[in-house]
């Protein structure tokens, strides 16, 4: 079926030049939805190429009972965000890195995925339909969410016979309700997110609502959020379940190394490069959990969350406590004023709309 065009491309540029603000009360945001006027779909069939999107009101979509991506979940999503500078331009940060990485997710569920230039176009034309949405400078983000999914029908498990990508966008602040303050987590010891030769280091919808049981009883006990052991050994630290972890002892800063049950955060990536030019050593390895237990400093990185520090990690009844230390400041510091157009991007990753 045909979507109405709403607008077109160019003439979005101008369509909205964000003094026309709805009706939100900035200060307040969290991480929760919040609707905005358009999103993106775009369908093609498991035979061709995704070929033509367009814009859309934002509202439910249609899909078969019988479609991939309820049956068998044979889903991809992806996380990114756009600021909304001083001098109004707005910028997006690395949208290339989770348009491969879509690419990459789709090739391991076996699913037809846009062109890196199309996912960008998408982003973009997204974001333009929605930029009454961009948070005032300070304020917060507007979060775009892509999503693949196999959308035809089937009943045998199989490929699903068309793909839908769809993007839409919230604005947010701050993903945990204690802000910026550092988090509590819980090592789990029993449920595990990912194992070798799964799909942990893709972004796919089933990744998600497994660790809900194990986050569900950490939240009860007053902790932020759990942190995930490899299935193996239970032995090496892995992810919490919605962002990376990283751990700093003498000054050297070590995070797991991605290995296929972890994902390679856009934001890891990028803490991993800015902490290099600062001169800092940073390893890409397995941690034992005993090392996290003794570490100086710890702190989380993700898309949603940023960076943000680790107050305290209960394992097995035992509680390590962190200081917040300068290092993590310095880093969200640099990366928060590379993606808000604040520091001069001497990386290349942002672009401006
Ligand atoms: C992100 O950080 O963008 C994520 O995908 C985490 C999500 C579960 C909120």
């Known amino acids: 079926s045909t979507l109405p065009v709403i607008c077109e491309t160019n003439s ?41 999107g367009e814009l859309a009101p934002y509202g439910n979509i249609e899909l078969s009972p019988s479609s991939g991506v309820l049956n068998y979940g044979q889903g991809l999503f992806e996380g990114l965000k756009a600021y909304r500078k001083q001098d109004g331009k707005l910028l997006l940060f690395r949208p290339e890195e989770n348009a491969l990485r879509m690419q990459i997710g789709a090739e391991r569920l076996c699913m037809r995925a846009p062109s890196v230039d199309q996912f960008v176009n998408a982003v973009k034309q997204t974001v333009l339909a929605n930029k009454r949405w961009i948070p005032p400078p300070g ?62 280091g893709i972004k796919t919808i089933t990744n998600y609502a497994p660790v809900l049981k194990a986050q569900c009883e950490a939240k009860a006990k007053g902790y932020t959020d759990v942190l995930f052991l490899d299935c193996v050994k239970k032995a090496n630290i892995e992810e919490a379940s919605t962002c990376n972890i990283f751990i700093i002892k003498d000054n050297i800063i070590s995070t797991p190394d991605t290995q296929g049950t972890i994902l390679s955060g856009v934001t890891r990536k990028s803490v991993i490069d800015i902490a290099r030019t600062f001169g800092y050593q940073v390893k890409e390895r397995p941690i034992p959990i005993e090392e996290l237990m003794a570490a100086d400093e710890v702190f989380c990185t993700g898309t949603a969350i940023v960076i943000t520090p680790v107050s305290s990690i209960t394992y097995l009844g035992r509680r390590a406590h962190y200081n917040v230390g300068e290092l993590s400041q310095k880093l969200y510091a640099n990366l928060t004023g590379i993606q808000m157009g604040l520091l001069e991007d001497k990386m290349g990753w942002t672009v401006e709309l």
Request: proline fraction near 8%.
């Open 12 to 52: 979005l540029n101008s369509s909205s030049t964000g003094d026309d603000y709805p009706d939100v009360n900035w200060d307040e945001l969290g991480f929760g939805l919040t609707q905005t006027d358009y999103m993106y779909m775009m369908r093609c069939s498991e035979d061709e190429k995704f070929s033509h």
């Open 139 to 200: 304020k917060g983000s507007l979060y775009i969410r892509p999503l693949l999914i196999g959308s035809g029908p089937l009943l045998g498990i199989a490929p699903a016979p068309d793909y839908t990508f769809l993007v839409y966008a919230s604005p947010v602040g701050s993903y945990f309700k204690e802000g910026r303050a550092p988090i509590n987590l819980l090592v789990e010891d029993q449920m595990h997110r990912s194992s070798p030769g799964g799909t942990g």
